[in-house]
């Protein structure tokens, strides 16, 4: 039986393994395509193919198994569980694969694109950009079609002649950037702060006019300090917490 194939990921030494890499195949899972195999690799494999100890790899492996996302079988295997819901609860611990995973596993539409002049309060991040790539998404839970969460990206326009609008309606932008176009990214910075719905993310997130909102900006630089993309991300605040850890060095 065929196996399912993870992508790759380059670990971080000074973050916990276990988490770069259960975020990292987390990613994988649910970005994966519907007739991709359900099968995961043994623990062997896995660990073999992000070059981590078994031991680390099982407890990344529980990891998901405890959110849901895969099942295990003794002498069986281990299977991703098709039916799985992302959770809500977002853990950001220094990994862009965290990001990818935060932003992954939940229907994607495109509800428009083009080119526009940057906001103003993002001017400063494309100094050198008359106008940037736009595009807008709204994201839906898989399982029962309720909207989640809308986002407009903003990219450095020499790097919108290079994204297929097909891969955003699949990935998240910032797996997009980094393993199609192939933009080496050195950092993301994120914001999160409380708001209101205005009229407009009422209507996408199907929710009451000044209802508690999560509002996400998070910025991608490239290794020379460039942004290369700013994104706003409204969430619905019934859905979602974000939580932070930051480990001692």
Known sequence: MTAFAPDSIVLNRKLPLWYQVSQSLRASILGRTPEA????PTEEQLAGHYGVSVLTMRQALKELEDEGLIT??????????????????VRLLGSVDAIVAQQ????????????APPPAELAPYFPDSVEVATYHRLRSDEKTGEPTN?????VRPDLAARIDLDDLVRWPMTKVLRDVVGVRISRITDTVEATLADPETA????????????????????????ALDVVRIHYRGD?????VTLEAT
């Open 203 to 226: 209507r996408l997130l199907q929710v009451p006019l000044l209802s508690p909102i999560l509002h996400y900006t998070g910025v991608t630089y490239d290794e020379d300090g460039r």
């Open 104 to 115: 992954s596993g939940m229907i994607t539409k495109l509800l428009d694109h083009g080119t």
């Open 150 to 154: 809308h986002a407009r990206n903003f």
């Open 72 to 89: 295990r079988h003794r002498r069986r295997g281990t299977f991703i569980e098709p039916s799985a819901r992302r959770g809500t609860p």
């Open 239 to 243: 859905r979602f917490s974000f939580s």
């Open 37 to 40: 195999p359900l099968r995961l």
